[in-house]
C-alpha cells in the first residue's frame, strides 16, 4: 500500500518538476532482469522506479537506513543496503536471490552520483551479478534530473543485453557503459 501510494507521489512531483520524456519501457522484460543506471541526482531512483511496469528493487547506502522510519520506508519502497567500499556479501546474496525469484533489480552501476553528470567508470559489481545471475541486464540511461524546474529529463531504457559464460566482470561493466553511452548520444 505505502509503496502505491509513494509511487504514484514521486510520479506526481516528478512530472510537475521536469518535462518528462520516457522510452523503452517495452524493453523491460518479464521475470529477472538489472537495471544497470547511471546517476547523478537523488531523483533518479524515484525517476526509474516511477517508470518501470513493474516493482523495482535497488541497492541504496547503508547510510540512509539508519532511521526505524527511513529503513522502513526504504524497505518498503524496494530498497535494501549495501555497504560501498567493500565486497558485501549479504547484499550480494540478497540480489542474486530476488534474481532467482524473477525480480526487477536495479543497480547504479557507478557506485555513486556523478559529479559532472559524465557516465563515470563502472564497478565490477554489475558484471558480477550479471555473470552470476544470467539475468537479461537493460542498459538504462537517465538525464535531466539535475537541472532545475521545468527542465527536460527522462529515462531510456535500452534493449536487453545478455552475456555468454566466461567474460570476465570487468567487460561486461564496460559494456553496460558503452551501452549506456549509446543511449546518452542516440
Not at 556479501?89 to 552501476?109: D, M, Q, R, V, Y
Not at 553528470?117 to 554489475?126: A, F, S
Not at 537517465?142 to 543485453?161: D, H, L, M, R
Request: charged share 25%; with cysteine.
Amino acid at each position: 500500500m505505502l509503496y502505491k501510494t509513494a509511487r504514484n507521489l514521486a510520479k506526481l512531483v516528478i512530472n510537475i518538476r521536469f518535462k518528462v520524456k520516457v522510452r523503452g519501457q517495452e524493453n523491460i522484460p518479464d521475470g529477472a532482469c538489472i537495471l544497470a543506471m547511471n546517476h547523478t541526482s537523488n531523483f533518479d531512483p524515484l525517476f526509474v522506479g516511477s517508470y518501470t511496469p513493474r516493482k523495482m528493487n535497488i541497492m541504496a547506502k547503508e547510510e540512509l537506513f539508519k532511521s526505524k522510519f527511513g529503513s522502513y520506508a526504504l524497505r518498503d519502497f524496494g530498497a535494501f543496503p549495501v555497504k560501498r567500499g567493500e565486497a558485501d556479501l549479504k547484499s550480494l546474496k540478497h540480489t542474486l536471490k530476488l534474481l532467482k525469484n524473477g525480480e526487477l533489480f536495479a543497480i547504479f552501476f557507478e557506485g555513486t552520483r556523478s559529479k559532472t553528470g559524465e557516465i563515470q567508470d563502472p564497478k565490477k559489481g554489475i558484471g558480477f551479478i550479471a555473470a552470476k545471475s544470467k539475468a537479461p541486464v537493460v542498459p538504462t540511461y537517465i538525464y535531466g534530473t539535475k537541472n532545475g524546474w521545468f527542465q527536460k529529463a527522462g529515462v531510456i531504457f535500452g534493449e536487453p543485453i545478455t552475456f555468454e559464460e566466461g567474460i570476465s566482470y570487468e567487460e561486461i561493466a564496460l559494456k553496460m557503459k558503452e551501452e549506456i553511452e549509446k543511449l546518452k548520444n542516440a
